[in-house]
């Protein structure tokens, strides 16, 4: 409620100050999250998925600027990749499908529930489509811009609570490729193409294993 999205003017600073002020809100439910996804068993799991059903109660499809609309979902998408990567580098396979197939409202049409995954996707398309991560200080000639700044952004926190070291790179490019892979198995069902998020992956070297 506090960030408004229909008579607030575009701008890279306004941008870059509700970024910021997202992060600093989800932060500690984000730091909480990732030790529910690192150490937390199946019986742990509805925890996961409450935090983040709860995160998009009040996402309902409105009206306003859509580089505006798009960001409302900045936080579930932080939350989703901070406690996704530290699911996958634990191998918790089941908390990570869990998360990714979690029921949530849908930002496509009013009333109608989806899979978190497609509402994700959904935002990070209009995020993308903006091109307002591109426009940030020292991400302009990134191609996924929005990737690299979560990239660099995550890193901090999961090294100081995982002690991921040289395993965070991978771990996080493998996040991104089953969050696109998911998307478009889920899409596949849904419409008649299909389509996925591409993260950093997508401009890294040809032979990456994953």
């Known amino acids: 409620d506090n960030f408004a999205v229909q008579s607030a003017k575009w701008s890279v600073e ?3 100050r509700r970024l910021k002020k997202y992060e600093q809100i989800v932060k500690d439910l984000q730091d909480i999250s990732c030790c ?3 150490w937390g068993q199946q019986a742990h799991l509805p925890v996961l998925k409450m935090a983040l059903t709860r995160l998009t109660d009040r996402l309902e499809s409105k009206n306003g600027l859509v ?3 798009a960001p409302r979902w900045y936080p579930t998408i932080l939350l989703l ?7 996958l580098a634990a191998e918790k396979y089941e908390n990570l499908a869990g998360m990714f197939l979690t029921r949530v409202g849908s930002s496509r049409s009013l009333g109608a529930s989806t899979e978190l995954t497609l509402s994700v996707g959904e935002a990070i398309l209009g995020l993308e489509r903006s091109d307002a991560f591109k426009q940030l200080p020292g991400y302009e000639r990134h191609y996924v811009a929005r990737s690299e700044y979560l990239f660099k952004l995550l890193q901090p926190t999961l090294g100081d609570l995982l002690f991921l070291g040289r395993d965070y790179e991978q ?7 089953l969050l696109a892979l998911v998307h478009a198995d889920l899409e596949n069902v849904e419409r008649s193409h299909i ?3 591409i993260g950093r992956f997508g401009w890294k070297f040809r032979d990456f294993k994953f």
Request: no cysteine; proline share 4%.
């Open 67 to 69: 580089v505006w609309l």
């Open 14 to 16: 306004e941008f870059s």
């Open 171 to 177: 771990a996080f490019d493998r996040f991104e490729v």
């Open 195 to 197: 389509w996925g998020p």
């Open 36 to 38: 529910v996804a690192y």
């Open 81 to 87: 990749y901070s406690a996704g990567i530290s699911a």
